[in-house]
């Protein structure tokens, strides 16, 4: 009997899926040549010359910064209310069966099923129905609402892993609720989690579609990058925005990837 | 008879525990007599949280489809009427809905081809070491920025960019040129033909397909390949009436994801293709410059309705079970 891992790819497969992934690496990784080019009017290829001068000019941009501070803001309270309603919702879904409970799933899917303009506009026209005048909380409202799901899904995942016999061992001995939450559940669930959180995160830190209707005035960086798109004008500091987007979001993904990564591979299902 | 008393005291005074101290010990207390008071209590704030906030916002929306806007005025008018989808029929909203439609389906047709031999490879060949490269190859892409990757691929497809320079120094400019002067999909250059769209929304969906096939082909025992090569099969008899079927719910459940985020996607077609519009921006022009929220919103009815017949159909593949 010949075992699963001896079999050769045939080459044919090896190049297909080789350059599969190459289609999905290489656009990114151009994105880092391009931050160092010395053209500033078009999008030139190859590099006319390299230099480090745009670095230095969009670290002195103001309206960078403050959009990169909005996004963090926005980023970190989304999360936070996005852990806190994904793991009561894991947890009620997981120990219980109940009438609605699988309407409970849907509800929590259903913001990052249907596609994001519809939640868009949908809180759009609820805020101008009940006169609510566009801040960084009508920013958060709509981040935390598509968040909760990537919370969900890792803890749910988690805690079908865990057995319900611990929470019950724990009562045994005498811990109440809280204490049993303190020292049994959150130590299970901590690094689906946490996980959840980072991937939330990584979400909140790069939504457009949503934020384009919620935001207003105030431009996250999603929302400024979108203007340079449309209406291209300072190409080198956008290149360079680009650049550490890229780099910011990708920690949190492998922090996430390195959390779960013994048996659940939730981490990234349904984004 | 002391000892036995005093054993059966403690044995008595233990079977029933003295109430918990405190606050939290007599809320838990009364968790453990009354668990749907717990369970009441967790799944209120989320879901009040979706059921006003988001719900809320959706019903609101969808009620507004049913409202029309008075052509001399410009103001809404609140009386209940399907004037509005009426309006959809109108042959330039029926074209944007049947290019978006369209779109969509060729989208997701060609990351099926392109994501399978990723996701076959990750799920039979790749072990160790490999399968997390290829794990998180697919993962980083799936994550990263999407502004990002559509601007990566404003600078690639530009007019002096780097693909036409690929085609100048392979002497194939003239198989670019040939392709863009195609009517349909071809344009002044790639950054805003069709071409150029449906590359871009290739680009930024295709994790979505990857990660559910190699799912769907993880599941197929390696014995059953076996076992129909053994009884005589080809391995193109084997792809096709083992391996294909077994994967095609995978197939389902990714195309779930790249054909409904094609349909509702205004930011791509935005920025790479014609000026021809997509839903998402009718959508988007509807409610912002034109001020038409009745018609906005029975533009986004259109693909609700759409992946609610998909989702139905994916459904009965069991396509659910893969994701």
Not at chain 1, 184 to 200: E, F, H, K
Not at chain 2, 185 to 201: A, E, K
Request: net charge positive.
């Amino acid at each position: 009997m010949r075992s699963d891992g001896k079999q050769r790819a045939p080459f044919a497969l090896k190049a297909a899926a080789g350059l599969g992934l190459a289609f999905m690496h290489l656009p990114i990784a151009l994105i880092f040549v391009y931050a160092f080019t010395t053209e500033d009017k078009s999008y030139q290829w190859p590099p006319p010359g390299f230099t480090m001068k745009w670095l230095e000019v969009t670290w002195n941009r103001p309206d960078v910064w403050d959009a990169l501070k909005l996004s963090l803001q926005v980023a970190t309270i989304s999360t936070v209310i996005a852990m806190v309603l994904g793991t009561l919702c894991a947890a009620a879904v997981s120990r219980t069966k109940f009438f609605g409970r699988e309407t409970i799933s849907l509800l929590v899917i259903l913001p990052i099923a249907l596609p994001g303009i519809i939640t868009g506009i949908a809180l759009r026209s609820a805020f101008s129905i009940a006169d609510i005048p566009f801040s960084i909380w009508t920013i958060i409202l709509g981040h935390a609402t598509f968040c909760v799901v990537v919370v969900y899904n890792n803890v749910v995942a988690r805690f079908r892993r865990t057995s319900g016999s611990l929470v019950e061992a724990s009562m045994d001995l005498g811990a109440n609720s809280f204490q049993t939450f303190r020292h049994v559940i959150l130590p299970n669930i901590g690094t689906a989690l946490l996980a959840g959180g980072m991937l939330a995160f990584a979400l909140s830190f790069d939504e457009v579609i949503v934020t384009t209707f919620t935001a207003g005035q105030q431009s996250t960086l999603p929302i400024w990058m979108l203007e340079e798109l449309v209406r291209p004008r300072q190409r080198p500091v956008t290149n360079v925005v680009a650049m550490v987007v890229v780099m910011v979001t990708v920690l949190p993904i492998l922090a996430a990837y390195y959390l779960t990564r013994d048996g659940d591979q939730v981490a990234g299902s349904g984004k | 008879m002391t000892a036995a008393s005093s054993v059966t005291q403690t044995a008595q005074s233990s079977a029933i525990l003295p109430g918990q101290g405190g606050w939290t010990g007599s809320l838990s207390d009364k968790f453990w007599r009354n668990p749907k008071l717990l369970l009441i209590l967790m799944l209120t704030p989320p879901a009040l949280w979706l059921g006003i906030i988001y719900l809320g916002s959706l019903f609101a929306l969808l009620a507004q489809s049913f409202f029309s806007i008075d052509e001399f005025s410009g103001m809404v008018q609140y009386d209940l009427t399907l004037k509005t989808y009426g309006e959809l029929f109108r042959p330039a909203n029926l074209d944007i809905i049947i290019r978006t439609v369209s779109m969509a389906a060729i989208v997701t047709v060609a990351a099926a081809c392109v994501a399978f031999p990723i996701a076959y490879f990750a799920a039979r060949y790749a072990r160790g070491k490999w399968k997390a490269l290829f794990y998180i190859g697919v993962m980083l892409p799936l994550w990263s920025s999407y502004l990002v990757k559509v601007y990566a691929w404003k600078l690639i497809l530009a007019k002096e960019g780097i693909l036409t320079w690929i085609f100048a120094k392979l002497h194939l400019t003239w198989l670019l040129e040939a392709w863009l002067a195609i009517p349909i999909i071809g344009g002044y250059s790639l950054s805003v033909s069709y071409t150029g769209t449906f590359l871009v929304f290739l680009y930024v969906w295709l994790p979505f397909m990857v990660l559910p096939v190699q799912a769907a082909l993880e599941r197929v025992p390696g014995s059953y390949i076996e076992a129909s090569g053994d009884l005589g099969a080809t391995p193109g008899q084997t792809f096709r009436h083992v391996i294909f079927p077994l994967a095609l719910p995978g197939i389902v459940a990714g195309s779930i994801f790249t054909f409904s985020l094609t349909l509702g996607d205004y930011i791509i077609p935005q920025i790479v293709g014609s000026s021809r519009l997509f839903i998402g921006q009718a959508v988007y022009a509807q409610q912002g410059t034109a001020g038409n929220i009745p018609l906005a919103a029975a533009f986004t009815v259109v693909p609700i309705v759409i992946m609610g017949f998909y989702l139905w159909g994916a459904k009965r593949m069991g396509a659910f079970d893969a994701i």
